[in-house]
């Protein structure tokens, strides 16, 4: 299966989706390799019942998709990977209304989760917060510098070690400063 480097979400149900962290930690997996349920269950120490609940609605909204099937032992492996490495909502979309709260959640549970691994790396990470000022056009260009930058690094050394990179961007409102 060829992935896209880019899922633009549209769909408000794609979105409902994604507004459980347990789902986006699943969707993270995916987007690294092909993996069964079972495998996905054993890496996030979770039961294959849960996990299996969450990839079917990850995989009915057109998220991740079955790559491949296998015969082992008189029962058929179905492998599962995500159908992009980035994935990113639509600039366009529509505001939020029903279900906003449980997506700005997953949102702020993932950043969470990823905080909490970077204070447990070793040797120390990159942290680099910094306040700029941008206009629309603006925005667009530093989202797709980071991700040519992103994807420049992407794989560099099969060998190396995984790190996982959160670029956030929001706009604060108005102000002197």
């Known amino acids: 299966m060829e992935r896209r480097k880019t899922y ?3 769909d408000l149900e794609q979105l409902k989706v994604l507004a459980d962290p347990f789902r986006i930690k699943l969707l993270e997996r995916l987007v690294e390799e092909a993996l069964t349920v079972k495998q996905l269950a054993e890496r996030i120490d979770e039961s ?5 609940y969450h990839v079917k609605e990850l995989e009915r909204v057109g998220l ?11 029962i058929l492996e179905k492998y599962y990977r995500a159908v992009a ?3 990113r909502l639509d600039r366009s979309f529509p505001p939020l209304k029903e279900g906003e709260g449980a997506l700005r ?4 549970d993932s950043i ?3 905080l909490d691994e970077a204070r447990r790396a070793h040797p120390p990470v990159l942290v680099a917060i910094r306040r700029v000022r941008l206009t629309e056009a603006g925005l667009k260009e530093l989202q797709r510098e980071v991700e040519e930058l992103l994807e420049r690094f992407d794989w ?3 060998q190396a070690p995984s790190h996982k990179v959160v670029f956030l961007a929001y ?7």
């Open 156 to 158: 560099e050394e099969p």
């Open 48 to 52: 294959p019942a849960k996990v299996h």
């Open 171 to 177: 706009p604060q409102g108005r102000d002197n400063s």
């Open 85 to 87: 490495e980035l994935f």
């Open 105 to 108: 959640g997953a949102v702020l």
């Open 64 to 74: 991740i998709k079955l790559v491949k099937t296998r015969e082992k032992g008189g």
């Open 8 to 10: 633009i979400i549209e």
């Open 112 to 114: 969470r989760e990823a």
